[in-house]
């Protein structure tokens, strides 16, 4: 440009309308710097008041149009196009003054206020046509100032009911009266509220001027307040609830209420409002109680309440409860008391009708209460009897009992043909079993009669369920049944509960599912225990165990009375798998005696799931426990359901596994620590990499027969993979931290083995444990090491066996013979207390029930000799049928040492005489 256009307040502009560059004229009468003008819209800077399209101006042409800058002051701008796809604008103010750029004048620092009040500025002429918005005004109904508004638009984004409002908005005003609109506008899909102002000054009849704010939040703000009241007034119409209000006039307390408290003073609201018009109405005998209390709150601005009685106008007696709060000044003088009235007299009938019942059923329950103290004695009398007849049925049964499993037990230990041994098998068996059910019938009699307590202790049940598969894996295997555990990793270390019971649960749940899924040749067997821990509140866990079959499920109408003692699925039932019905019966009372629940789910010949949730709020968290930095597991399917399920428990016990294909690795590294999961012998890569373990590896077999596993890997312990738990596979580890300490093998092969392949006569044996394992014992080595160790107790007899029963006498002679102790016999109780005094012995066993004297009587009188001469207390021991609640404790109570229940084997006399005999 010339010096002469220097001077001058130039802007350049391109075609789309973008300042890309002005000089320091322009700058100075805009009050603004150039970084505020250059690449910035033309019409972000001006507002105009008709629509600009620079196109039109042509080559040495001018065209002049009339804007607000930043919408507050007008210029004139003359715009020329001198050269192509650019034009310069020439800037004039309109202004009669000058613009001071340092000192705001006060049309700027009101426009600035406004802004910040958020309030918008608009002005239009008679017309409609010619419009100025202001920048708050388009902030508020979030537009902006660059994409124009013209006045029909703007109404254009009224709510259409609105519209028709705001267009008579300007035809039915009145001279010098401002107008006021409100109305709504939808943006961005919320609902907003405006109010419009508006004005026409006399002196400038040609434009109306006005202010635009959003009144959004006042309207909701109203709303709200409106739906309140509302509902206030229905709830206080429901609860029969009245608003009075007294308040201190000219010394006196004037009475106001509402209209619902009118409803049930029925006052009659012509009435004098002074308090005393109210009192007058008060019962006569409530009176003085209410006008002490009402001026006890006027004097010491406490809370007035007073329950009193009301006589209406229509002599209707209605009891209310009435409260009030007192209001002070500041000179702490009570000048007013709000409060509300509650007709209670619905209240107050009920409660006079109930009183009454209450008579009549408290009369009933004193005559009720008489016969069933009569009924409770009788059936004291017979539960008495019944306990009494039990307790002498257990000791009848198990005498005969104890004297044909002792014979038995005996009887193995004798060189046997292969044919005797079966029969003694056999016998043995049915014997236990006989044993088994008496044990059932006494546990649900003891539980039907509230006898049976729980025993609680903290125990690991990780530990108590791989003992469990120990020994059900050989029952298992033996009928073709595929054992697996799925145990959570979030298993506490240990839960508070009764082991026992619990232990006796799992028994039962799982024998059966073994039992009623393992006969049927036409499908394989599978039995899947599965255990969770799930929180249910900050305090209480719950542990869930699921045991599910593929057996022959049981009908719909069978589950209904399935946990009802003596009861199975049908009559061909107890035929084709044995059992009494008990055990589920006795399971579902135990299960109930911990707060717990019993769930069944069945499908006839598909399968059922049984599944226990036992509530625990006293558990140990299970510690990190970390055995090994890194173990590496080989297998074949690392996504298999078993295999994950390894993982997720070894996890817990080192810092980083490895998982590896078969064939990952050529062999086995010395210095590392391995799991591998076999799941086929004959593959050769998988012989040959077993061959190369060197006491750092164990190995889990995932399905066949493990004996010739264990014939290739003598010194490394082996196990099947589907039975392992968070105890057995932290056991396992341990024992192989000390194995890697001790640079030598400690680990045997029976460590971990639940012994799934069982001898042939196991195969038909019952699922009762105790026979289980005590066949499986080798009982003639066990007791022929006995009487080596004992040979010295063969000479002079040591033992006074007190018994009556002469078949008892002969079994348990030889038993003792058997285990290396000679004994004395005495028939009863009386014979038994003169042998004793007049021999030394090491030892008493007596019976408890016998005639002339029996065995508690006997013990009593020598423990009285003892204490009297001071002599210390010879061991003497419970040899019993008695199995009832609180036998052992009784005959403890009694000064016996210790108490042994019929039958009785080798093993019990082994163990409990071992504790007590001098030298054992």
């Not at 003359?78 to 004048?105: E, F």
């Not at 007849?389 to 004297?403: C, D, G, K, Q, Y």
């Not at 019938?441 to 990780?462: H, N, Q, R, V, Y």
């Not at 810092?655 to 078969?662: K, Q």
Request: with cysteine.
């Amino acid at each position: 440009m010339s010096s002469l256009l220097d001077a001058l307040p130039l802007l350049e502009v391109t075609e789309n309308g973008e300042v890309c560059a002005a000089n320091n004229p322009a700058c100075e009468l805009l009050n603004v710097t150039i970084d505020e003008l250059l690449r910035k819209p033309l019409a972000s800077l001006f507002a105009f008041t008709q629509h600009v399209s620079y196109q039109c101006i042509k080559m040495n042409e001018s065209k002049s149009i009339t804007a607000y800058f930043k919408n507050r002051f007008p210029y004139t701008l003359h715009c020329y196009k001198t050269k192509p796809n650019h034009y310069d604008i020439l800037i004039t103010c309109n202004q009669t003054y000058a613009i001071t750029p340092l000192t705001p004048n006060s049309s700027y620092i009101l426009d600035t206020a406004i802004s910040c009040a958020k309030i918008g500025i608009w002005r239009v002429d008679n017309s409609l046509n010619n419009v100025y918005f202001s920048d708050s005004f388009y902030q508020l109904i979030k537009k902006s100032p660059a994409q124009g508004l013209s006045w029909d638009r703007f109404v254009s984004l009224i709510h259409p009911e609105d519209q028709l409002t705001l267009k008579s908005f300007f035809t039915n005003s009145i001279a010098n009266v401002p107008l006021s609109l409100e109305f709504r506008m939808t943006i961005h899909g919320h609902l907003h509220w405006y109010q419009l102002l508006a004005n026409q000054p006399n002196n400038y009849k040609k434009y109306w001027y006005g202010t635009l704010q959003e009144c959004s939040q006042e309207k909701q703000m109203t709303k709200a307040l409106s739906e309140a009241n509302e509902n206030r007034r229905i709830a206080l119409e429901a609860g029969k609830i009245g608003n009075w209000s007294s308040v201190k006039r000219n010394g006196h307390w004037e009475w106001v209420w509402d209209k619902q408290a009118n409803a049930i003073f029925q006052m009659d609201l012509t009435e004098d409002s002074k308090i005393t018009s109210w009192l007058k109405n008060i019962h006569p005998q409530d009176t003085s109680n209410v006008f002490k209390a009402f001026r006890h709150a006027l004097d010491t601005g406490n809370e007035f309440e007073q329950e009193c009685r009301y006589i209406q106008p229509s002599n209707n007696v209605i009891h209310v409860l009435v409260k009030g709060l007192v209001s002070k000044n500041d000179q702490r003088e009570s000048i007013r008391m709000d409060g509300v009235v509650i007709d209670q007299t619905a209240a107050y009938k009920t409660k006079a009708q109930l009183q009454e019942i209450n008579l009549n059923l408290e009369e009933k329950v004193r005559d009720r209460t008489t016969e069933l103290n009569k009924a409770l004695e009788h059936a004291e009398t017979a539960n008495k009897s019944k306990s009494d007849f039990l307790s002498m049925m257990s000791h009848e049964l198990r005498t005969p009992m104890n004297v044909i499993i002792g014979a038995l037990d005996l009887l193995t230990l004798q060189q046997n043909s292969f044919e005797e041994q079966e029969l003694l098998d056999t016998a043995s068996i049915s014997a236990n079993n006989l044993v088994a059910i008496l044990n059932d019938i006494l546990d649900i009699t003891k539980i039907e009669a509230g006898k049976l307590e729980l025993d609680c202790i903290s125990f690991d049940f990780s530990e108590l369920l791989y003992n469990i598969l120990v020994v059900f894996g050989p029952i298992a295997h033996s009928k073709g049944v595929n054992l697996s555990v799925y145990e959570s990793s979030t298993l506490p270390l240990t839960i508070h509960n009764d082991d026992n019971r619990i232990r006796q649960i799992l028994f039962n749940l799982i024998s059966n599912a073994i039992k009623f899924s393992g006969n049927d040749k036409t499908h394989a067997g599978t039995v899947d225990i599965s255990v969770s821990w799930e929180p249910e509140n900050e305090i209480i866990h719950t542990l869930v165990i699921s045991v599910k079959d593929n057996g022959i499920g049981i009908d719909k109408n069978t589950q209904k009375k399935l946990f009802s003692p003596f009861t199975q699925g049908d009559k061909t039932t107890t035929r084709r798998f044995g059992g009494t019905g008990l055990g589920l019966a006795i399971c579902g009372r135990l299960i109930d005696l911990m707060g717990g629940q019993l769930n069944l789910h069945s499908e006839l010949n598909i399968g059922s799931t049984f599944t226990v949730r036992i509530p625990t709020w006293q558990f140990e968290p299970r510690k990190v426990d970390t055995l090994f930095s890194v173990i590496t597991l080989i297998c074949s399917n690392s996504t298999a359901q078993n295999i994950q399920q390894l993982i997720k428990i070894v996890e817990m016990f080192c810092n980083e596994i490895h998982i590896l294909d078969w064939g990952a690795l050529p062999q086995l590294d010395k210095l590392s620590t391995y799991i591998l999961a076999v799941d086929n012998m004959q593959s050769s890569l998988q012989y040959n990499m077993l061959k190369t373990i060197d006491h750092n590896a164990v190995v889990l077999v995932e399905k066949g027969d493990i004996t010739q596993l264990k014939q290739l890997i003598k010194d490394t312990p082996t196990g099947f993979l589907s039975t392992q738990t968070l105890f057995s596979i932290q056991k396992l580890l341990r024992r192989l931290v000390r194995t890697h300490n001790d640079s030598t093998p400690s680990l045997s092969a029976t460590d971990f083995d639940l012994n799934l392949v069982c001898e042939p006569q196991l195969h038909n044996q019952s699922t009762d444990i105790d026979n289980q394992l005590t066949q499986v014992c080798d009982n003639s080595l066990l007791y022929a090491a006995t009487n080596a160790t004992n040979a010295n107790k063969q000479g002079n007899p040591t033992i006074l066996l007190v018994e009556d029963n002469p078949f008892n006498q002969n079994l348990m002679t030889k038993q003792l013979n058997q285990l290396g102790y000679q004994c004395d016999i005495a028939e009863n109780g009386l014979l038994g207390l003169k042998q004793w005094q007049n021999k030394a012995y090491t030892l008493i066993l007596t019976d408890c029930h016998m005639p002339e004297m029996d065995g508690y009587e006997m013990t009593r009188q020598i423990r009285e000799i003892e204490n009297n001469l001071d002599k210390p207390h010879i061991p003497i021991i419970a040899v019993t049928g008695a199995a009832m609640k609180g036998d052992r404790d009784y005959c403890l109570s009694k000064g016996m040492s210790d108490f042994i229940s019929k039958p009785i084997t080798l093993d019990k006399f082994k163990n409990v005489i071992g504790r007590w005999y001098e030298g054992a």
